[in-house]
């Protein structure tokens, strides 16, 4: 069964074609899988970040190893997909930092927005 709390949702992010990142309104992303049966692998949570209240937008390198966040205090929020464990935590806007891509093409840039108006690109 899924929580209440994932109820709220905020963005689905697909992953490889085999899984399914979400926001969810409880301060953590939550993975589902998406191959054969939809459901939630428990052991995919990202924890660390703020969100509660906010649309931030989940994303993964192009090579799945990582997962990446904004949150409401503005950092932009990296974890490793493997170990759930978060790798790193910067300060990237002043205020909250609703979006956060990865270039498809050049995999060591990262693409962030915040509601301070700024547009970042992180190398």
Same mark, same amino acid.
């Given at each position: 069964?899924?929580?209440?709390? #994932?109820?709220? #949702?905020?963005?689905?992010? $697909? #992953? ?6 979400? =926001? +969810?309104?409880?301060? =953590? ?5 998406? !191959?054969?049966?939809?459901? =939630? ?8 970040? %703020?969100?509660?209240?906010?649309? &931030?937008? $989940?994303?993964?390198? $192009?090579?799945? #190893?990582?997962?990446?966040? /904004?949150?409401?205090? /503005?950092? %932009? &929020?990296?974890?490793?997909? @493997?170990? &759930? @464990?978060?790798? !790193?935590?910067? @300060? ?5 930092? *609703? /979006?956060?891509?990865?270039? $498809?093409?050049?995999? +060591? @840039?990262?693409?962030? &927005? /915040?509601?301070?108006?700024? *547009?970042?690109?992180?190398?």
């Amino acid at each position: 069964s899924v929580s209440l709390s #994932l109820s709220a #949702l905020t963005l689905l992010f $697909p #992953l490889a074609d085999k899984w399914l990142l979400c =926001q +969810s309104m409880d301060n =953590q992303i939550c993975t589902f899988g998406a !191959s054969d049966r939809f459901r =939630q692998n428990r052991k995919k949570t990202f924890k660390g970040h %703020l969100v509660a209240g906010y649309a &931030c937008q $989940p994303d993964a390198s $192009p090579d799945g #190893l990582f997962v990446i966040s /904004g949150d409401s205090n /503005g950092f %932009l &929020c990296i974890w490793d997909f @493997k170990t &759930c @464990k978060m790798f !790193s935590k910067i @300060k990237a806007h002043d205020d909250v930092c *609703i /979006g956060a891509l990865w270039n $498809p093409n050049e995999t +060591s @840039k990262v693409v962030t &927005c /915040g509601w301070d108006g700024l *547009i970042k690109l992180w190398d």
